[in-house]
C-alpha cells in the first residue's frame, strides 16, 4: 500500500514540477510579450496561463491528498493509544520532557 502511495505521490509531482516549469515559461513569455500585445494576444496568452495555473492547482491537490490522508491515520492511531493507554502516554510525555530539558540546560 506504501509503494502505490509512492507511486501516486511520485506521479503527481513529476506532473506538478512539468506544470510549474510551463507556468514559469509562459510567465516569461508574458512578461516579455506585454508591451507588444494586442487585446486579442494577450486575452490568449492570459487563458493559456489560467489554464495552466489551473493544472498545477489540480495537481498540487492531487499530489497533497495521500499526505493528509496518511496524517489523518497517524493522528487516528496516536489518538486511539492514547486512549487506551493514557498514563504510558503521560510517562512518555514526561520523559520526552525531561529529556529536553536537560538537553537545553547543559547550554
Avoid: C, H
Avoid at 28 to 36: I, R, S
Avoid at 45 to 56: D, E, S, T, V, Y
Amino acid at each position: 500500500m506504501m509503494d502505490q502511495e509512492a507511486d501516486a505521490f511520485d506521479l503527481a509531482s513529476s506532473r506538478l514540477l512539468a506544470d510549474f516549469k510551463n507556468l514559469i515559461s509562459d510567465s516569461e513569455e508574458l512578461l516579455y510579450a506585454e508591451p507588444t500585445a494586442t487585446g486579442e494576444g494577450f486575452a490568449r496568452a492570459r487563458a493559456k496561463f489560467q489554464a495552466i495555473l489551473n493544472r498545477a492547482k489540480a495537481a498540487l491537490a492531487i499530489a497533497s491528498q495521500p499526505v493528509f490522508d496518511r496524517t489523518r491515520q497517524t493522528a487516528a492511531t496516536a489518538n486511539n493509544y492514547v486512549n487506551g493507554n493514557p498514563w504510558t502516554a503521560v510517562g512518555i510525555a514526561m520523559s520526552a520532557g525531561l529529556l529536553i530539558g536537560f538537553l537545553a540546560a547543559r547550554r
